[in-house]
């Protein structure tokens, strides 16, 4: 399989380098094409950071990051980043950042839309959207770059029942088109079984567990060989 991203013993640590907060230490982690793989953890275990680092907004104070296949990739936020400016003009903008013409980038930007279901909504002020259709457009934005690599930092997180059910089936969707990567934070661990292949479990920047979906929920492996990645999965730690 293809590796996509070779982490070999990164550590970010934020602030000084004497006295700075350790976001994520001594991770090793290989990811490929073609993987779901979920990151999951109590609030501070380093899932965010560790997204970023993939995406390059956050470089490695110490180790490396390899890519050996250079591919397309985009990135999901918790809240989406919108402009003041109509829907259409938010998807379009980053095409036309890309280097597509404005009038393409636009015919694109509506595709997407519509891949989306908001098509109906393009002349909408973007501000004006409930919050699951303001993530909606942040993945019509996304999946108009035609990436190979997606990557997600709780998408779901605050909306509401409906609105996650809309999100979570388009990741479904867009996970299953051929060679698509998807790398994402959930707290939601039903959503994680329904999407993953594959679990990563942090806790305080470091990787304590790495495992199939049906081994990190199913089988007696977590429990033996990582208890602190199966007490979370009981809900014991916090």
Do not use: C
């Not at 998807?91 to 891949?115: F, I, T, Y």
């Not at 994402?184 to 329904?194: E, I, P, T, Y």
């Amino acid at each position: 399989m293809t590796v996509l991203f070779d982490l070999a013993g990164v550590s970010v640590r934020f602030g000084s380098a004497a006295a700075g907060v350790p976001a994520l230490s001594d991770v090793n982690l290989r990811i490929h094409a073609g993987e779901r793989v979920a990151l999951v953890g109590a609030n501070g275990s380093g899932k965010s950071t560790l997204l970023r680092v993939l995406h390059r907004l956050i470089a490695p104070s110490q180790g490396l990051l390899r890519s050996p296949s250079v591919a397309q990739q985009a990135m999901l936020f918790q809240k989406p980043y919108l402009m003041r400016m109509p829907v259409l003009a938010n998807v379009a903008l980053g095409l036309w950042l890309r280097g597509v013409p404005w009038r393409a980038a636009k015919r694109q930007a509506l595709a997407a839309l519509e891949r989306v279901g908001l098509g109906d909504l393009a002349g909408r002020s973007a501000r004006a959207l409930s919050g699951g259709q303001q993530q909606r457009v942040a993945m019509a934005r996304a999946w108009a770059l035609r990436p190979q690599v997606l990557l997600l930092d709780e998408p779901t997180a605050s909306l509401d029942p409906h609105a996650k059910r809309e999100v979570e089936a388009l990741m479904h969707e867009f996970s299953q088109e051929p060679g698509m990567t998807l790398v994402f934070a959930s707290h939601n661990l039903g959503q994680v079984k329904r999407l993953a292949s594959r679990v990563v479990y942090l806790e305080k920047g470091r990787v304590l567990a790495d495992l199939p979906v049906e081994d990190f929920f199913g089988g007696p492996l977590l429990q033996l060989q990582y208890p602190a990645a199966h007490l979370f999965v009981k809900g014991e730690t916090l």
